[in-house]
């Protein structure tokens, strides 16, 4: 079974960071891409990082030079660094599988973490 499972979020003030972490499990993990992505409350996903089995990274603009993605394949899990966060980055984050043919979509998810960003 594949399972994803993300941990790592929590309440903190503005302009600080976390590290987001995703334990993988029930398939190849050192072959496949992993995504991160994140929905605020009341808004829809938004795509943030994609590690690739290579290790190459891609990162949506926004978010370029605060966060960082990485992966330990002898421990099968990712990890996202989020530095700077802003109130507005109040979101539900998850890791998920993902599969580039054909663009960019996702077989599977974690549960979510969630980030609270406030003083």
């Known amino acids: 079974e594949v399972q994803l499972v993300e941990s790592g979020g929590g309440l903190v003030q503005p302009g600080g960071s976390l590290r987001l972490s995703c334990a993988a499990s029930?398939?190849?993990?050192?072959?496949?891409?992993i995504s991160w992505v994140r929905q605020a409350p009341g808004k829809g996903l938004e795509w943030m990082s994609t590690?690739?089995?290579?290790?190459?990274?891609l990162f949506a603009d926004s978010m370029k030079g605060r966060f960082t993605i990485s992966r330990d394949n002898a421990k099968n899990t990712m990890y996202l660094r989020l530095n700077s966060l802003e109130p507005e980055e109040t979101a539900v984050y998850y890791c998920a599988r993902t599969r580039v043919v054909a663009g960019r979509w996702y077989d599977s998810w974690g549960q979510g973490t969630q980030v609270t960003v406030c003083s």
């Open positions: 590690i690739y089995s290579d290790g190459r990274t």
């Open positions: 029930g398939f190849s993990f050192s072959t496949s891409v």
